[in-house]
Each structure stands twice: as structure tokens, then as C-alpha cells.
């Protein structure tokens, strides 16, 4: 859940080609499933729940603008994690974007369903999403956007494979450039408050 008590800096991160890419295994009773229609509802219902959006429906607004068009992308690429029940309660897609007409991988949206987190699942998605991504788009640098107010997910990224980067024009261009500024310098000063480290 984000922490919206921290200041708010947006943070890049980036796994390197050809970077490890380590195995953490689901608990009992969990399991991997791919996007099929009608999946969107949960997408939102997890995104809302740790409160990346306001509500349910400003997140399946996002969705259906952002990611429906790409339907059969969506079928091989948005990842969740079932209960035993079938409850989808973990997220995230191997995505794209383009930057000045490079397509550069994106892994987007990662979120654990707040009653299911600390039983390591967003460590396991992140990870089996980098594995798919690689199949997909080959061994390439792959990157993702945080921010200060995930400062506990920073760690989890980092545990598979993600470092902060500084580099700034990476949504230079792409429809998803509002909002997607790389504070690096900021983000890093913080994340190294709340730890104790300054």
C-alpha cells in the first residue's frame, strides 16, 4: 500500500541485460493465471487496494483506455496470482513503451491485494514477469517506475534484479509521459532517510 505520509519522489529502475534473475516460489494454495476477458475487474479491484487509484473504477477507466486496446497483448503479458479460491490478489504486466521510436520494456503495475501482502508473492510475480519478459522482448534491459511512496517495494525490486537508474528520457515521447519524471537524486535522499542512513 503506498505510504502517501513520505514525500513523493518518482524513482526509475532498471534490470541490466543480461542480470540474474532470481526464482522465489509461490506459497502453497497460490498459482500463476494469465488475463483472460473479463479479468479487468480484478486488475482494479488490486490496484484500488493499495490505493494507486482513488477507486475501482478510475482504475478499470485506466485499464480499458490503456490496455484493452492491446487485447491479445494482454492475454500472454498481464500477469495475476490466484488463491486456491481463483481470486486473482497479485499483478503486474510485462509491458512496453516507446521512446523516441525505441520500444523499451516496461514491467507495469505491480500490486499485491493489501490483505494478502507479506507472504511473498510480489516478489514472486516481479520475478516470474522479468522471466516472461525476457521470452518476449529477448534479454534487454527492462525497467519499471516506483516511487517514494512504495519505499518497501524498492527493496523487493531490488531483491530481483532492479537498480535505480538516473537516466531521464525514458517516456519521452510515449502517451504515458505525465506523471512519469524520474526524480533520482530526491528519491534516493529520501529512500536513504527512512533508512536510517542519513
Same mark, same amino acid.
Given at each position: 500500500?503506498?505510504?502517501?505520509?513520505?514525500?513523493?519522489?518518482?524513482?526509475?529502475? =532498471?534490470?541490466?541485460? !543480461?542480470? *540474474?534473475?532470481?526464482? %522465489?516460489?509461490?506459497?502453497?494454495?497460490?498459482?500463476?493465471?494469465?488475463?483472460?476477458?473479463?479479468?479487468?475487474?480484478?486488475?482494479? $479491484?488490486? @490496484?484500488?487496494?493499495?490505493?494507486e487509484f482513488d477507486? @475501482?473504477?478510475?482504475?478499470?477507466? %485506466?485499464?480499458?483506455?490503456?490496455?484493452? *486496446?492491446? =487485447?491479445?497483448?494482454?492475454?500472454?503479458? /498481464?500477469?495475476?496470482? &490466484?488463491?486456491?479460491? !481463483?481470486? $486473482?490478489?497479485?499483478?503486474?504486466?510485462?509491458?512496453?513503451?516507446?521512446?523516441?521510436?525505441?520500444?523499451? *520494456?516496461?514491467?507495469?503495475?505491480?500490486?499485491?491485494?493489501?490483505?494478502f501482502q507479506g507472504?511473498?508473492?510480489?516478489?514472486?510475480?516481479?520475478?516470474?514477469?522479468?522471466?516472461?519478459?525476457?521470452?518476449? @522482448?529477448?534479454?534487454?534491459?527492462?525497467? +519499471?517506475?516506483?516511487?517514494?511512496?512504495?519505499?518497501?517495494?524498492?527493496?523487493?525490486?531490488?531483491? /530481483?534484479?532492479?537498480? *535505480?537508474?538516473?537516466? =531521464?528520457? #525514458?517516456?519521452?515521447?510515449?502517451? &504515458?509521459?505525465?506523471?512519469? $519524471?524520474?526524480?533520482?537524486? $530526491?528519491?534516493?535522499?529520501? +529512500?536513504?532517510? #527512512?533508512?536510517?542512513? &542519513?
Amino acid at each position: 500500500m503506498l505510504d502517501k505520509s513520505v514525500p513523493y519522489a518518482g524513482l526509475f529502475m =532498471r534490470r541490466k541485460q !543480461g542480470a *540474474p534473475i532470481p526464482s %522465489f516460489t509461490l506459497p502453497e494454495g497460490f498459482n500463476y493465471a494469465f488475463y483472460k476477458d473479463g479479468d479487468e475487474t480484478s486488475w482494479a $479491484k488490486i @490496484e484500488a487496494s493499495v490505493l494507486e487509484f482513488d477507486s @475501482e473504477f478510475a482504475a478499470l477507466m %485506466f485499464f480499458s483506455e490503456n490496455f484493452i *486496446p492491446y =487485447r491479445d497483448d494482454l492475454y500472454k503479458r /498481464c500477469l495475476f496470482v &490466484e488463491n486456491r479460491n !481463483g481470486e $486473482k490478489v497479485a499483478t503486474t504486466t510485462a509491458w512496453w513503451s516507446y521512446i523516441e521510436g525505441e520500444r523499451r *520494456p516496461w514491467l507495469h503495475w505491480v500490486a499485491v491485494d493489501t490483505r494478502f501482502q507479506g507472504l511473498g508473492l510480489g516478489k514472486a510475480v516481479i520475478a516470474h514477469a522479468t522471466r516472461l519478459m525476457t521470452e518476449l @522482448e529477448g534479454d534487454v534491459d527492462i525497467y +519499471l517506475k516506483t516511487q517514494t511512496w512504495s519505499y518497501k517495494a524498492v527493496g523487493i525490486y531490488m531483491s /530481483c534484479g532492479y537498480e *535505480p537508474t538516473n537516466e =531521464r528520457k #525514458l517516456y519521452k515521447g510515449s502517451k &504515458e509521459s505525465s506523471g512519469r $519524471k524520474n526524480s533520482y537524486k $530526491k528519491a534516493i535522499r529520501i +529512500l536513504r532517510r #527512512l533508512q536510517g542512513k &542519513e
